[in-house]
């Protein structure tokens, strides 16, 4: 098996448009390479989230809580805690990516 190892260039947060107020949302990330190739962080990577506006942060689900493995460690969590506008941030070393998401 040979394995090809790129440097990641940014990070992009997968959007999530809209939400409900008191909605639990969850927040994935993707590593791109500078041509734009979507690069495999792996569930455990511990990606960096800060939540502002009408999004806060919340704890990572507990193994088997929701479903029968653990939640991912580089997915962020958050609660829509009030109508407006919310930005969720990764941050993994010296790179960094954002989305916005209107709570209604």
């Not at 495999?40 to 704890?59: C, H, I, K, M």
Request: net charge neutral; glycine share 14%; with cysteine.
């Amino acid at each position: 098996m040979v394995f090809e190892a790129r440097e990641p260039a940014r990070l992009v947060v997968s959007p999530v448009p809209t939400a409900e107020v008191g909605a639990r949302v969850v927040y994935g990330v993707t590593a791109m390479d500078v041509g734009g190739v979507a690069l495999d962080l792996g569930r455990d990577t511990p990606v960096e989230w800060t939540f502002s506006g009408a999004l806060t942060e919340r704890s990572r689900p507990g193994c088997g809580d929701v479903i029968p493995v653990c939640p991912a460690l580089s997915a962020g969590y958050a609660r829509a805690n009030a109508a407006g506008t919310g930005s969720a941030e990764a941050r993994l070393g010296a790179l960094g990516g954002s989305t916005t998401t209107v709570v209604r």
